[in-house]
């Protein structure tokens, strides 16, 4: 998980991962982090957020945060998503976190962007990459956070459970109650609601 940094690493050079979580979401928020672990920091507890349990997530939340030099986040609205495309709001997030970090090189998951800094778009770095992959897991428990928020507030939709991705929980919810604030109406199912719902 550390072949990437190490390129950097050896010439005492930091490096920055970046990566996203709630892309594929029908509801909620797009959150980015970009993190600088120490150089030749390792910990073979940290892979792709999406590969652990919660309480894993949690648990190394809270190490990652204490170990980190540059921690930073973009959460990205609903609104933002429609207007932009989900593509295009994850990019301009990734590309201004880049530009924030104050490090030698970059690894960003999957994603191409514009930068006149040394930058590695890595296909699935979180399952490559120490630093994708621990910005992967501070991103899924603050967005998860978010969610679990927007859960008290809108019970019937079970938004802790499934976090606003589309599950038969999620649409059988939306056929119920509606499209809540939180929705992303470019998304489907959720525009054909909206779509029935006018008729």
Request: aromatic fraction near 8%; include cysteine; charge should be negative.
């Amino acid at each position: 998980m550390t072949t990437y940094e190490k390129v950097y690493w050896i010439k005492n050079q930091t490096v920055a991962g970046i990566d996203e979580v709630g892309r594929g979401c029908m509801a909620g928020p797009l959150v980015v982090v970009g993190l600088v672990l120490p150089i030749n920091y390792d910990n073979p507890k940290i892979n792709d957020s999406k590969t652990l349990s919660a309480k894993k997530r949690e648990q190394l939340y809270d190490e990652i945060i204490e170990v980190a030099l540059q921690i930073e986040v973009e959460v990205i609205n609903e609104k933002t998503i429609d207007e932009v495309n989900i593509y295009q709001a994850t990019k301009h997030a990734m590309e201004a976190i880049t530009e924030r970090m104050d490090t030698d090189a970059i690894l960003i998951d999957a994603m191409p962007i514009s930068s006149d800094k040394d930058v590695q778009s890595i296909i699935k770095g979180d399952l490559k990459s120490i630093s994708i992959a621990a910005a992967s897991i501070v991103a899924k428990v603050i967005r998860d956070e978010i969610m679990e928020y927007l859960d008290v507030s809108y019970p019937h939709y079970g938004f802790k459970n499934h976090k606003g991705y589309v599950t038969k929980a999620h649409n059988e919810a939306m056929k119920m109650y509606g499209i809540t604030c939180f929705h992303r109406k470019s998304f489907k199912p959720v525009s054909e609601y909206l779509i029935l719902n006018k008729a």
